[in-house]
């Protein structure tokens, strides 16, 4: 389980193949300066609700993986994190669809 760091305060957990898929897109769109919501479901230890932060280019941002090789990439799954994420209500964390591409 790898974590995604945000602007010091928030530290949450992802499996390193869900983290490494957030990373391509958040990384996407912060290169095109974009800011954005970004929500997920907590753990149900930490309460069961939801939590959504606002991503920024001027924020910092730290992805850190427990493995050390890097996972293959479901283009299916990028491209919808991607229109999740261009939408109003923001990238929201979501299944893995079908066959990885």
């Known amino acids: 389980m790898g974590k995604m760091i945000y602007d010091a305060d928030v530290s ?13 897109v958040i990384g996407a769109k912060l290169r095109r300066g974009e800011g954005f919501y970004f929500g997920w479901k ?3 230890r930490a309460g069961d609700g939801r939590t959504t932060i606002w991503l920024h280019p001027a924020m ?7 493995g050390s090789v890097p996972v293959d ?3 299916a799954w ?3 994190l991607a ?3 261009d939408s109003t209500h923001g990238l929201v964390l979501m299944p893995e669809p079908g066959p990885r591409v």
């Open 73 to 75: 990439l479901n283009r």
């Open 60 to 66: 910092s941002l730290r992805f850190k993986y427990a």
């Open 42 to 44: 907590d753990d149900p």
């Open 78 to 80: 990028l491209e919808v």
């Open 12 to 24: 949450v957990t992802f499996d390193d193949r869900v983290l490494a898929h957030l990373q391509h």
């Open 83 to 85: 229109i999740s994420a």
